[in-house]
């Protein structure tokens, strides 16, 4: 999408939500943004929040995010919390698990390598959880905190665990990792330059997802703020599965 869009909706939008903290003194805000800031195209594990890069242009939402949360440091003055929450997933999720209910039925689940690359997930209620937390927890104020179910597991491991609880057939498409690099690139370049809505079947992003491991370090969270995820990935998986099956 176009940088200003991003820019309107994400970094002006959180400026003015700033100002109307301010304004009203609020007494704790709790700012949602993304650990996709952390994207990068190698291995990383145990990621601190101290490692978010300065700048990351990979996409214009991460760019946004990373400039979203440079805003807080003009307002020092509103008690103010950032959470960092990875790959959300639960029972009304319209993102990750349909994408791959809906590839794995029209042409097999894409697989790089042997696909036992590492991934954090998080359950939704372990994030609402989260953020309950930081609203209520004084010391918090001013800092950044991970968020994950703490459980990393393999790419394959979680999506063959959600098509048995499904009873779909389990089928991967096996993709050189050279390939599915220069399609995403050409993907991209090609919506940018011709304008073209939506969004690429393939960007840079996902070919991130897909090839490299990366896992967050929740030590901080745990420390300050008490969090201990109430969900495991298994027991959110078979509740995303049941009301799946309702539907």
């Given amino acids: 999408g176009p940088w200003e869009d991003f820019y309107q909706t994400n970094v002006l939008g959180t400026k003015y939500v700033l100002e109307a903290c301010r304004e009203a003194n ?3 805000l709790v700012y949602v943004s993304s650990p996709s800031i952390y ?21 214009n939402y991460i760019r946004s995010k990373l400039a979203s949360e440079k805003l807080f440091k003009d307002y020092p003055d509103v008690s103010s919390v950032i959470l960092r929450p990875r ?37 939704v209620e372990n994030v609402a ?10 010391q918090a104020a001013g800092e950044v905190y991970n968020i994950t ?4 597991r393999a790419f394959r491991n979680l999506i063959e665990e959600t098509l048995r609880g499904l009873g779909y057939p389990i089928r991967y498409r096996k993709i050189p990792a050279p390939l599915v690099c220069a399609i995403s690139s050409s993907l991209e370049f090609i919506y940018k330059s011709l304008k073209l809505k939506g969004e690429p079947a393939l960007t840079r992003y996902t070919y991130y997802l897909l090839r490299y491991s990366q896992t ?5 969270a745990e420390r300050d703020l008490g969090y201990r995820p109430k969900i495991t990935i298994s027991e ?4 995303y ?5 309702k539907h």
């Fill in 26 to 28: 609020i007494e704790r």
């Fill in 236 to 239: 959110g998986i078979e509740q």
């Fill in 216 to 220: 967050l370090d929740i030590s901080k």
């Fill in 129 to 138: 959880l989260a953020i309950r937390l930081a609203l209520e927890t004084p």
């Fill in 39 to 59: 994207a990068a195209p190698r291995d990383q594990l145990g990621i601190k929040e101290s490692d978010a890069p300065q700048e990351n242009r990979l996409n």
């Fill in 87 to 123: 790959g959300l997933f639960g029972i009304g999720d319209t993102s990750i698990l349909p994408r791959v209910l809906n590839l794995s039925q029209k042409i097999g689940i894409p697989l790089i390598g042997d696909g036992r690359q590492l991934m954090d997930m998080t359950c």
């Fill in 241 to 245: 599965v049941q009301d799946y099956r």
């Fill in 149 to 152: 179910n703490g459980e990393p």
